[in-house]
């Protein structure tokens, strides 16, 4: 059985920090392909970033380059999401994504195979 357990959420103050982890279990870690999305309320899913099994491509949503990084640790079947420079608009909960890996890595949730439950951040003064 696939889970995905996501931590490190929480409140802070706008231009702060937080580290999202995401601890994969029930796969072969080093063969998927592992992203972050987010949703806001009355919003649709967005994705955030992604990482290739080998984390040598990634991929970020433009609003956040230069201030989140994404990276793994296939030892520890985790996944990491550091978010820098906190805006109110990154208010959201996160989720983290697994699905079998290609060629190429996708923005598309739909291809995503495996989802975790959730982790919410809230960015306010």
């Known amino acids: 059985q696939v889970q995905l357990v996501e931590s490190g959420g929480g409140l802070v103050n706008p231009g702060g920090s937080l580290r999202l982890s995401c601890a994969a279990s029930?796969?072969?870690?080093?063969?998927?392909?592992m992203g972050w999305f987010r949703q806001a309320p009355g919003k649709e899913r967005e994705f955030v970033a992604v990482?290739?099994?080998?984390?040598?491509?990634?991929d970020l949503l433009d609003s956040v380059k230069g201030r989140f990084t994404i990276s793994r640790d296939n030892a520890k079947n985790t996944v990491y999401l550091q978010m820098n420079s906190l805006k109110s608009e990154d208010t959201a909960v996160y989720y983290c994504?697994?699905?079998?890996?290609?060629?190429?890595?996708?923005?598309?949730?739909?291809?995503?195979?495996?989802w975790g439950q959730g982790t919410q951040v809230t960015v306010s003064s």
């Open positions: 990482i290739s099994w080998s984390g040598s491509s990634t």
């Open positions: 029930g796969l072969t870690f080093s063969s998927v392909d």
């Open positions: 994504a697994a699905r079998r890996t290609s060629y190429i890595i996708f923005r598309d949730p739909t291809r995503f195979h495996y």
